[in-house]
């Protein structure tokens, strides 16, 4: 109640992190290098996916659903005229002229057959409604109330493959370990969670013929990550039976599901970033080198907090403190305040200087992609100046940031690259304990929205988000990975983008 009181805070941005002032561009034989650090972290069982999964495909399916919802609907010779000025027409023309090019054809082709409908038919006289309505009515395919995990992405000679299917063909490439476990978790949605289960079953044995044995854990956000809601005097907003209005607390309650997939290295993709398997090698390769430059760093971060606990004598804890000090700031981009900077001058200070970088170095790390900028949706990546003084590369959406202000905008405005949700994970410390992911949440980066029920208008609470707030003080590093790595799936027509095709579009 009192976060809709005071309303929602902003993080205040220092600059864009650029090429090689926080984001890191890796060599082609460092990614080989790296590579082969990351599979032997991995044959060792460490890794596991971690996919958000619970997202409905409706959105994918926006622009189609509104024309099949007209009352006036039209012809198609005056749809393809309202084309002309963008919008659902344009998108449902679109998808009218690309259906021999989308995975799911001969499912649409086999509804309709049911039906009592030739598709190739349909198709040739332009009777598009019949064809909209077999793929999304209940009397249909009815993909629009599907998880997205459950549409068809790609084809392939033997047949269509879902993200889901998809997503267990990237797994056994990247976090298969030694004796062929491969270790997976989706997060899902009540009412999808039995259709998901049945999909996994049926298509995992194709699979673990080779030799793979999948572990694949599901989880739904919790109620208790639910946020209270409420209407435009921040009067808290009831149900129908009185009983508060409470709503999901975005993809930030997610964290609670992270921490308990007791995982070690983990990678994190959304559920519709994804390739056709002819061109899956070489993205593979580029997430392997995440997950190498993460053991790497690790590695050197275990190293030095065991120094610096150890370390009794002065003259070499100053040296030791100015290295790693050096290290977290060039190689973490955690930037200590201007006082931890100064050299320590005698005894106490040395002590005071070595908790504070014990403690700046003794927390989760991840290392998140960054793709450069080509207009589409996500969080930048920024420096971010804690109020301690202390400065860290963190990833900020543009709902966190002060529009108002003409300087944070022009901040805003200059970043370079974007995160396309793909980044991996350390989630345990030296001794191999999970660190307790909630003590590393900006607790003020939360997100108030406007939204609608029962024709009424409310004000909705997000948590901090699962890779920016939730994440803020951990250790991040930012690699920039080709734009070619990032192809998500946002509306049905991205399936018709060459990268989605299951072989070269003519």
Known sequence: MEIFRTGQKHTRLERACTLNDG?????????????????????????????PASGAATRMFKGLLAVMNRSDRPAFPALVKEASQGGDAKETVDWFNGLARFPFLEQLRSTLTRQGRNLDALMAAKDYAPILEALLSPSGLHFSDLPKAL????????????????????????????????????????????AIQAALDAVRRKYEASGIRFEIGLSQQKASTDTLAVDQDNAPLRNADNTLAFRPGGHGALLENLFHTGGDIVFIKNIDNLVPGRLRADVLARRKALGGYLARLQERVFAYLGRLRGERDTDRIANLIEEAAHFAEQRLCAVPPEAMRQPAADSPALAEKAAYLIKTLDRPLRVCAMVKNQGEPGGGPFWVKAKDGSMRAQIVETAQVDMGSSQQRKILEAATHFNPVDLVCALRNAKGELYKLQDFVDPDAYFITGKSKDGKTLKALELPGLWNGSMAFWNTVFVEMPVETFNPVKTVNDLL??????????
């Open 151 to 194: 549409i068809p992405f790609h084809a392939y000679p033997e047949g269509a493959h879902t993200a889901l299917e998809e997503h267990l063909a990237e797994a056994a490439g990247l976090v298969k370990d030694g004796n062929g476990v491969c270790r997976l978790h989706f997060t899902v949605s009540p009412e999808h969670e039995k």
């Open 497 to 506: 983008r060459p990268s989605h095709q299951g072989r070269v579009a003519e």
């Open 23 to 51: 984001i890191v561009r890796l060599s082609q034989p460092e990614i080989e290098s790296l590579s082969a650090t990351y599979s032997a972290a991995a044959d060792s069982g460490r890794a596991l996916q971690f996919v």
